[in-house]
């Protein structure tokens, strides 16, 4: 079975995931600079995030299958639990935003991250498992330290979530500083993939 189905389809729901965050951000009421950052400043900065991390899995995930050459039905279904966990993205930003960064919706929207990237692990793996330990895409792989790093730093900042008190916000900055890394460690280029791509005669980034 041939990939560009299922690339297209993840492509739309991408989309749609972030327009759909997009639609949540507030509108201040009035028209000042001082409006927009008490009224709209945090939902600019968890939309941010979040949009940053849609990307992410986008790139990562056309990289992926531009190495994937057989789909079985496994795959779809892994595909599709990745994008569940992805489409989730809107309702946690938008309770994280709306709630002030309060200890649940701070440890959900962790919980949300760290489903997601176990997701997409899922996914790799039985890519890999349906074309061998041989496949271009587990040479591209190789050790995977940024895979293996990442949930690490997601259970870090869940734990640090469970923390937040209402008499102090610094657990709060810490347990965001886990999530912000993982996407900071995420937007440093990665050619790995890419030089297998072009190994194998595939168009490069």
Not at 23 to 52: C, I
């Amino acid at each position: 079975m041939k990939t560009s189905r299922l690339e297209a389809f993840s492509d739309g729901v991408l989309a749609i995931i972030i327009t759909i965050m997009v639609l949540e951000l507030k509108v201040p009421h009035e028209h000042t600079l001082d409006a927009l950052r008490e009224e709209a400043g945090t939902g600019l900065l968890t939309y941010l995030l979040s949009f940053v991390y849609i990307g992410i899995y986008w790139n990562n995930h056309h990289h992926m299958f531009q190495l994937t050459e057989r789909i079985t039905g496994g795959v779809l279904w892994a595909n599709l639990h990745l994008l569940f966990w992805l489409s989730l993205y809107p309702f946690t930003t938008a309770w994280m935003d709306e709630s002030e960064f309060a200890r649940i919706p701070v440890v959900v929207y962790g919980v949300n991250l760290l489903a997601a990237a176990i997701a997409y692990y899922v996914l790799q793996s039985l890519i890999i498992r349906a074309e061998g330990d041989d496949s271009p895409l587990r040479r591209a792989i190789g050790v995977d330290l940024k895979g293996k790093l990442s949930p690490a730093l997601y259970t870090a900042g869940i734990v640090a979530a469970l923390m937040i008190t209402e008499e102090s916000n610094t657990m709060t900055w810490i347990a965001l500083a886990f999530y912000v890394t993982v996407a900071v460690i995420w937007l440093v280029p990665d050619r790995r993939l890419e030089h297998v791509i072009v190994e194998q005669g595939g168009e490069g980034p």
